[in-house]
């Protein structure tokens, strides 16, 4: 347990400097295919969850080398520590390493 309690400490700690990275930087320098579409304010849908949230508030994350924004930290973490999408219905829920 306390080895899952140092884990989620570093996961935090990840995205905590993911965020001041991206916040702390400013500069919006990356104009390749990424998808940037909307201003602060658009709603946009979190990947793991599916809630609608102001794009401006969302969370970054990095998963499998893509960056995606979630409404919550937890969402961010489980979303990565899963390092995808949720399994549609139907699909038992399967690791990955
Ligand atoms: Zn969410």
């Known amino acids: 347990m306390i080895l899952r ?12 400097y993911a965020v001041r990275g ?7 320098a990356r104009g390749d295919g990424e998808a940037d579409e909307g ?3 658009a709603m946009i ?10 794009r ?6 990095r998963v499998r080398g893509r960056k995606y ?3 919550a930290v937890e969402c961010a973490q489980s979303y ?12 038992p829920g399967r690791e990955e390493a």
């Open 56 to 61: 401006g508030i969302g969370v970054p994350g």
């Open 22 to 28: 991206l916040f702390g930087g400013g500069a919006r």
């Open 45 to 54: 849908a979190c990947p793991e969850c599916g809630t609608y949230f102001p």
């Open 69 to 71: 924004l979630f409404c």
């Open 39 to 41: 201003s602060d304010d």
């Open 5 to 16: 309690l140092i884990f989620y400490a570093i996961l935090f700690g990840a995205i905590y």
């Open 80 to 91: 990565r520590s899963r390092g995808g999408p949720p399994p549609d219905d139907g699909t």
